[in-house]
């Protein structure tokens, strides 16, 4: 089986872990992984796969397979989020000096 390659850019995925994740963790004290679990769970639906007998499964939601206009409209729900309910302004990528 060949897998899939990721559709979204790496620089997005270095923004969304580097600045998005990396400022909700720190402030909420959680972990990285703890709190992109947490950003997915809240922001992207489940999937349902159906297994060769037609059997189907629930699975938890994934960033992997979003293309860069999906990836893109998830992270700003991730931020509005993040100000909404934690009061917490995390900066667009195009407002960073750092390179990503």
Same mark, same amino acid.
């Given at each position: 089986?060949? =897998? /899939?390659?990721? *559709?979204?850019? +790496?620089?997005q995925? =270095? @923004?969304?872990?580097?600045? +998005?994740?990396?400022?909700?963790? !720190?402030?909420? &004290?959680?972990?990285?992984?703890?709190?992109?679990?947490?950003?997915?769970?809240?922001?992207?639906?489940?999937?349902? %796969? !159906?297994l060769?007998? &037609?059997?189907?499964?629930?699975?938890?939601?994934?960033? =992997?397979?979003?293309? +860069?206009? /999906?990836?893109?409209? @998830?992270?700003?729900?991730?931020?509005?989020? #993040? #100000?909404?309910?934690?009061? *917490?302004? %995390?900066?667009?990528?195009?407002? *960073?000096? +750092?390179?990503?």
């Amino acid at each position: 089986m060949i =897998r /899939q390659q990721h *559709l979204h850019s +790496v620089s997005q995925q =270095r @923004y969304y872990f580097g600045v +998005v994740v990396d400022m909700i963790a !720190e402030f909420i &004290g959680e972990t990285r992984e703890e709190t992109h679990e947490l950003l997915k769970s809240e922001h992207l639906p489940q999937r349902e %796969i !159906e297994l060769l007998e &037609g059997t189907k499964l629930t699975m938890p939601p994934t960033t =992997r397979n979003l293309s +860069v206009e /999906q990836y893109t409209e @998830y992270i700003e729900r991730c931020r509005r989020w #993040a #100000a909404t309910f934690l009061g *917490l302004s %995390i900066p667009d990528a195009n407002e *960073l000096e +750092v390179k990503l």
